[in-house]
């Protein structure tokens, strides 16, 4: 039984070959015409450019988190795993991306010669590439380093490379995509009056950019290190729970997770009579199903019972259940949305505050889901169980991440076709890929809040095993847990605040810029002026590089400084408190800034006067206050209370010694 | 030492003897010209009206409490208690309120006859009266109740009474003030394009009567709350810290606290040299001193040593910094109101999100400064010295309502002012002195909150040394704890989405009745009609009552649900999951609303473009979104946490029976 293991690395290599069939067949595809490679290169060598100089910020960050891990906590092999998971983050980001960037143009040359079907088959296979190397690497990493060392500590260390990578991967990636979008609509759409993805703007390859490493790379991202985050903790809690066998368990569910996802990857087939968002739901739902069948087996095999695979299938359920959720909360289809639009009627002052109370009522069911996943996980594995429940959740992510990455390159598509001048034909194709976009990129939002929530408390049980106070728990009332648990709450609402402030200073930039070409370039306007589009591509990624170290570094000081100062307890608080108000935040931001989106396209689909109406202005203007909630502070709140708890698991060896100096 | 007890009583009478020679003085000042008469008969009227109606509902809501509290843990004596504290809480916002709208037109007169420091004299001595009523029914209470039953379980029950009247006074309060005052905005000055305060607009008597029964009785019981509180949290962990003396020095202090705040009274005179600012500050701050020289005294003589005292200037302090950390992020002077203002000239959008961004910023600092305040109270005096620092900071209550509820009866005068036609060099002083309440109010907020917070954990360790939960803890580790601390960190998220949504229905009805008006009331614009004030004043009270019941009834529900199903140690968690997302919403949500309307503000004084400027435009957005955060769902939250906390602790023996179903 203990040979499955192997399952692992094995089923882990597959995921990146089959990466590796993807990418091969998307870049046999036709790219288009000349017009359109032109523009699909423009955008390709921005998302490379910011990419490269994101590397070269992060090798200095990672050398010195390198030298702190190694130092703090005595165990070089732990930082050597640091660096292999920071390394296996980066690549899986950086093919992902480099895929998403072909299959953009490619998608949109299908749409134009061979319809629907052909197109979003070429922008799913693009996203599934992103998904096979997360979980590819993910799997690949995870199995062999604990096949070689059985030591969970040392695990961690590779989580914490994954995390490192996802925290400016998230940030920096939202804040380069929001300050791109916004600078691109307020000068261009608002006050030169052309339209989105006009090639005049020269914040438009930008703002092309900004959907690739934002929504490609940033979540791809994030999505390892909750993938990776969720196996390591249900190791570290399975050795305890079963010894060899509850270590291994999670990471053979893993490998079926990938097998899974393959087969639901095939599902995922276009038909011209139906909707392409029935195509992506198939294939999620058949690779859940193949995961529920697959571990009642392994189960079973593993621990002569049920119990086990009832905690994974849990976290499965819940994991799509909040998917709906999120749906119903941020689609037009649904009461929300259509209430924030009809308060558009009354102005953006309704708009805004009508937006805030559906996102902050949107909180309720997914944390009660959560709350019921806990209690059921608990109930039938103990703590163990609620790891396995992330485990679970996070079984499908190749798919998942596949469905989510699908999304923006259905969004560039659409963006290239419109630059290069292909007619209405073709823009509806890709419009409609591009809805559908839409809503999975809000339930994939939902999804990776769910899971990040899952991963963190399962990461925070961990932890507290890892600095002995698993036995003796961490006291409420304990009042330097009580400290902690106020310290760890605010923290989110600073970190938003500070991402958020990040987006307004990067936007204003890129105003001033696109303000300045459209004066200083004559013709520009008429079309026959060329746009500076490099040079609003360099100050999205210098602002974004810039504007993401204080955030960054404070996710990862704040953990230390309690932890040395005020001792493990008081860390034990501070995580409990961060992960409690950033579930909510991020939930409530996300589905805010979705449901204002939506409003905004349910006004212009010709409700409450339309497109140019009072209504819709005031729509716009929710939408853009949702732009940093949904794409940059919402979705970077993951990534903190994930990398707060996995730094306090990796220096728990520091606290320990050190105790509290208070 | 003990006898020290009467000392409670007495000063409680003393205040209340002092609340009624100030009601007197008030009572013979001049209340102007017929005009000015009639409209002050109008607000009294309306503000009347409105108590008599939610009077009405809360009898039942008490009713059903009442049999809920004697049936469920069978101790008559605490639900009858409970009855003391409802009536007292009711009689003190209704002493307070009847002078507010006594005072306001006479604070009018003395503008218009006497000049600056009369009028500052008159809306001080108004808003002194609901200050000593406050502290005086608070002390006498708790006295006699301790002195009578020496049973500090009993005395929950009085608590319990105050927080429920507190829940609907307060958001029942703030419902009806935004409803009138967004309703009067948007259609009076928006579309009608009529100043504010102008009598030709239908819904001003009922903007005026919102700042009395919001702003005066909403946050006067919200105090009253708080003082009780913190009294009975002290009261309960001061048997267990030093028997007999540990409960009677805290009602000591609070006795000293009164004869303070009677003193700091006297401080608070007009200078026409100086600003109005500094003689309430100036009042405030001696009474601080007056604490805190009288608490090392005292301490001294009943414990024979100086810790218990530092516990209680621990809370002074951290009470009085919060307070200016307040006026630093919410004040015009200021670079972060300046930063919002700045915002303003890209439009809404820029405006709303900086204002956000400010708000979650504005949590750090006084949650590091409420986490010092815990950690050097508990080193000094243990968890005892937690809830004496919550007594220390609510010790000069008396003089913090007053300044407090000066505000909104400057504010009235100025609106009398307008409406009489009084001429400009009058409405100049009322002006400058509502512009110092504005700060004040401000100031308030954020003490209220941090009181609410220290209240809330005070209680919450009186909670578990009920339940049984003091020697094994709550662990934060036991799933149950967890699953509790999310539903819990919800529930202010949910509860503020609640009386958001609830602001915009009555809002929209009152918009709905304004139009109408304008339109079937002939002349009505030209000032020759005459607009139906009395049914606007009845829909915000109707749709203010209607809508309080369900954030209402969730609040005692909640946590009765969870202590049943779940059992005492995941209530435990949801008291500290609620507290800490408690209190970052209510400082974000309150200090984002007090920066947007000092930034408009800023604005209009000239800056930006002034008024009739896209910025301004921009910043009324702002402002109206900040309605509703600062007024209604911020404050609202403070109620939340401490009444959930207060119902737990009543209901301890019914948990402690049952014990969880689950």
Redesign the interface.
Known sequence: MERLIFCAPILGICALLFAFYLTKKVGRQDAGTDRMKEIAAFIHEGARAFLTAEYKILIVFVAVLFILIGVGIGNWVTAVCFLVGALFSTVAGYIGMNVATKANVRTAAAAKDSGMNKALSIAFSGGAVMGMAVVGFGLFGAGVIYALTKNPDVLSGFSLGASSIALFARVGGGIYTKAADVGAD?VGK?EAGIPEDDPRNPAVIADNVGDNVGDVAGMGADLFESYVGSLVSAITLGVVYAKESGAIFPLVIAALGVLASVIGCFFVKGDENSSPHKALKYGSYSAAIVVMIGSLILSKVFFNGFKEAIAIIFGLIVGLLIGVITEVYTSGDYGFVKKIAQ?SE?????T???G??????S??VP??L??IG??GA?SFSG?YG?ALAAVGMLSTTGITVAVDAYGPIADNAGGIAEMSGLPSEVRNITDKLDAVGNTTAAMGKGFAIGSAALTA?ALF?SY?QAVG??ES???????????G??????LP??F???T??S??KA??KM?EEVRRQFKTIPGILEGKGKPDYTSCVAISTQAALKEMLLPGVMAVLAPLFIGVVLGPAAL??LL??AL??G??LAI?MSNSGGAWDNAKKYIEDGNHGGKGSEAHRAS??GD??GD?FKDTSGPSINILIKLMTIVSLVFAPLFLSIGGL?
């Open positions: 307020l608002v308060q009354t102005g953006p002052a309704t805004v505050i009508s805030i109370a559906v996102g902050m009522q909180t309720a944390i009660i959560i709350a806990i209690i608990y703590l609620i408390l049980v507290a106070l698993f728990g961490i006291n409420l009332l304990d009042y330097k847990v009580i400290v648990m106020f310290v760890g709450g605010m609402f600073l938003s605040a500070f958020m402030d987006v307004s936007a204003y105003i034990g608080g409990g408190g409690v108000t579930v909510m409530f716009v203007v853009t206050v940093p208070f």
